[in-house]
């Protein structure tokens, strides 16, 4: 991660990448091309979309103040079975805030969300299936391991909603969503592993999540 360059709110609103192909790879290698399992998009998928639905869920608008918790970049490729690029697909992420809320008129404590978190956002990946977004690290809330929520839909293949988690965190094992994965290497391939990363932004985590599509999801 040395080559590793702080990025500015524009780069990410605009999705430019500071990483390039080469950098993502090498931070942690492809453990196989299993297909990304399928999960619950669950009952807080936004109802209406925030005025800033961006890849910085960590500042919203001109907010002279960013969201409470830990900084997390999370950034990987959309690839087909074969390691292949899925070009033009657009990935979502929503999760509660750093006080386990979400931004949902459902959710319990909705009214009590962050206001300076934005909950809820998504970009179009580069040429090479990169995607990246600044957010916080996730936290658990009543029931559920910390997890960030994705959507990934796009021309010639069919939407596909999971989840990513914390690797190694103690409530996984306990988690009722988590544990429909009955696939050792399923569910593994859901795990992120954070990792300091001064060097992209002062006191941030970064980790890597790649998605792959199952050879099912593409339409002839």
């Not at 979309?49 to 907010?63: E, I």
């Not at 409470?68 to 087909?80: E, I, N, P, S, Y």
């Not at 965190?169 to 429909?180: E, K, Q, S, T, Y």
Request: charged share 25%; with cysteine; net charge positive.
């Amino acid at each position: 991660m040395g080559d590793l360059r702080p990025a500015s709110r524009r780069q990410f609103v605009l999705g430019g990448f500071v990483l390039g192909t080469a950098t993502l790879t090498g931070l942690d290698a492809l453990a196989g091309l299993i297909p990304t399992p399928r999960q619950t998009t669950g009952p807080f998928y936004p109802t209406r979309l925030p005025l800033d639905a961006d890849n910085d869920l960590a500042q919203v608008g001109n907010a002279p103040q960013r969201a409470a918790g830990t900084l997390a970049h999370v950034f990987g490729r959309v690839l087909d079975p074969d390691g292949r690029s899925v070009r033009r697909a657009r990935v979502e992420i929503w999760q509660c805030d750093a006080f386990g809320r979400y931004r949902h008129p459902r959710a319990p404590g909705h009214a009590r969300a962050d206001p300076n978190f934005q909950g809820y956002g998504r970009m179009t990946v580069s040429e090479d299936g990169g995607f990246r977004f600044r957010t916080i690290e996730p936290v658990p809330y009543p029931g559920r391991a910390p997890h960030i929520h994705f959507a990934i839909s796009g021309p010639g293949f069919e939407r596909l909603t999971t989840q990513m988690y914390i690797a190694g965190h103690p409530l996984n094992a306990r988690d009722f969503v988590l544990g429909r994965v009955a696939d050792v290497r399923a569910r593994e391939s859901l795990m992120v592993r954070f990792a300091p990363a001064p060097e992209i932004e002062p006191e941030a985590k970064a980790g890597r999540f790649d998605i792959v599509l199952g050879r099912n999801a593409f339409r002839e």
